[in-house]
């Protein structure tokens, strides 16, 4: 029997193996992706994956190291409690006793809790929308005194303990407790942290041998990224670490001899209904965090409970700051499908590029053109992404799903919140009579240049998809459905920049079938199939024919 069992986890861990291997041979047929994945399942199985360009002349290995961004706030977090075990300070304790010369009144009532689950209220630097001057990193150093400068005089988001807002500001005021209360530069003291547990290859100083980082999905939009100073991050960012070590780090923080018992709790829970903790996110049973720089994207995950992880570092992402999410979306996506596979479900791999003659130029309705171009078809939409087409024609109200999104776009369009409610839950009823409503509105609205079209194009049981139109770029608005078909949610779903004719490369697929890859372009990816008489455009579950013109 024991020999069965065996036999059956090798041919289930070959499977796993096989599938992840496809998933991210596709990504590299198209040139998405460059860097190492680590996959280990409860059987103590690993799939293992890395690929790309390290440097100008040197190639990725299982075991280059890579910015990790924002996962270093898990060690800034590890490093607090290191300190609360030997008693230097507690977590409910004020910041400002403990911060020495770098206190503000602003901060009197904020505690080092709030720090670490990013509920003080504390402006956060490199993000937009907070009442600061926006400013970006250099490559070369800055101090700690000028860095806490940037934001000390900013006016607090709420009251502290009130809300959650996402506040790299935070954790470099960690970094900075830490120093004050150890008595030890903050690298210094992490450092000895990382060798204490073994931590071989994980460090602030780049020494030469790390991934240098790139912008752009497609090796002719590839550009070098410039290298950050890593003292602008300090606490926030700026370690680097490779996913052996990573690995190691969740076997150690998930031992008996991390820390004591209690504080080991207290770092590894959610502390916020947003589902933070200190430096990690809780989702569905996995803890996560992902973390990027310039030209780096990365994701660490884990389930606790049964010790499976998911070790995704990369160094690609968008040079755009308005597509800059869209690069950890897509590494989240990664990460997401090799959970999903290690549950036993489906993934969808990109489409495999077969050998196949590109017609001659063609003509379609809505000033839709097909151009042979050497060896490749390149499709034009007039004034348009060949990839907006779904997103841009709204629904037609075929049934009542349909019909209610085209009401909740209108009501929306026409700043009718109240009449909106009668599709909401009991909280969002709450969020649209009381204003709350109007007011995110308005911020996203800001961001478009004041969107004055709203266009409702998917829907299914639920969530629903509104484009929001504006002079100055175009929002998605993603709308979440309870078990009721009532309202529960609105969230933002990825900034576009404004509509313009762009010519977008196709790949064949199939007998007259053509894939318009969207990652480099930060849009969603569409497959066309051409017939004698018309054009058809699959995406998001949705079928437009377009019909064939003369020449």
């Not at 390290?54 to 607090?80: H, M, P, R, Y």
């Not at 690298?187 to 752009?216: C, H, I, R, V, W």
């Not at 504080?263 to 965090?289: A, C, E, M, Q």
Request: charged share 25%; with cysteine.
């Amino acid at each position: 029997m024991k020999s069965t069992l065996t036999f059956i986890l090798i041919i289930y861990s070959l499977a796993v193996q096989s599938q992840l291997q496809k998933l991210f041979d596709r990504e590299v047929m198209y040139q998405h992706f460059s860097g190492v994945v680590l996959v280990e399942a409860n059987d103590g199985s690993m799939f293992k994956y890395y690929h790309g360009k390290k440097g100008d002349e040197s190639s990725v290995e299982f075991n280059t190291l890579f910015d990790i961004g924002s996962i270093t706030k898990q060690f800034t977090a590890a490093g607090i409690l290191h300190l609360v075990a030997d008693e230097k300070f507690d977590l409910h304790d004020r910041i400002n006793p403990l911060l020495g010369k770098y206190a503000s009144d602003r901060w009197d009532k904020v505690t080092v809790h709030q720090l670490l689950t990013h509920t003080s209220g504390i402006p956060s630097v490199y993000q937009t929308e907070q009442g600061l001057e926006l400013f970006f990193p250099e490559e070369k150093s800055l101090s700690r005194t000028a860095l806490i400068s940037r934001f000390s005089d900013g006016k607090l988001l709420f009251s502290p303990g009130e809300e959650f807002s996402y506040s790299n500001s935070g954790y470099i005021l960690l970094a900075a407790i830490i120093e004050e209360a150890s008595g030890k530069n903050y690298e210094a003291f992490m450092q000895e942290m990382f060798k204490s547990y073994g931590l071989s290859k994980t460090y602030f100083n780049p020494t030469g041998d790390e991934a240098k980082p790139y912008y752009g999905y497609r090796n002719d939009l590839l550009k070098k990224a410039p290298i950050y100073h890593h003292s602008w991050f300090l606490g926030a960012g700026g370690v680097y670490s490779t996913v052996n070590d990573l690995s190691k780090w969740v076997g150690i923080i998930t031992s008996e001899t991390f820390l004591t018992s209690d504080l080991r709790k207290k770092f590894l829970k959610p502390h916020t209904n947003s589902g933070y903790g200190y430096g990690w996110v809780h989702n569905d049973g996995i803890i996560s965090h992902d973390g990027g720089n310039a030209g780096f994207m990365s994701r660490l995950s884990f389930n606790p409970k049964i010790m499976e992880k998911v070790i995704i570092l990369t160094n690609r992402s968008f040079e755009d700051l308005k597509k800059y999410g869209k690069s950890a979306e897509y590494i989240n996506r990664l990460s997401d499908k090799c959970w999903a596979h290690l549950n036993g479900k489906d993934i969808e791999v990109l489409p495999e590029v077969v050998e196949s003659e590109a017609p001659e130029n063609l003509r379609f309705a809505n000033g839709i053109t097909l151009e042979r171009v050497d060896t490749l078809l390149m499709v034009h939409v007039k004034g348009n992404y060949p990839t907006r087409l779904v997103n841009n024609t709204p629904l037609e109200g075929k049934d009542e799903l349909e019909k209610k999104m085209i009401d909740i776009a209108n009501y929306l369009e026409k700043k009718k919140y109240w009449s909106l409610a009668k599709h909401c839950d009991g909280e969002m009823k709450f969020v649209m009579y009381s204003g709350m409503m109007a007011i995110g509105m308005r911020m996203m609205k800001k961001q478009t240049g004041g969107a004055d079209e709203f266009i409702p194009y998917f829907v299914d049981d639920s969530h629903g998809l509104i484009r929001m139109k504006g002079p100055e770029g175009i929002l998605d608005l993603i709308v979440y459905f309870d078990d009721e078909g009532r309202i529960q949610g609105m969230f933002e779903h990825g900034f576009y920049e404004e509509d313009k004719e762009v010519a977008m490369i196709t790949y064949p697929i199939g007998n007259r079938l053509y894939f318009i890859d969207g990652l480099p372009y930060g849009e969603k990816s569409v497959t066309l199939k051409i017939t004698d008489e018309s054009l058809s455009v699959y995406q998001l579950n949705r079928v437009l024919d377009f019909r064939h013109q003369p020449n």
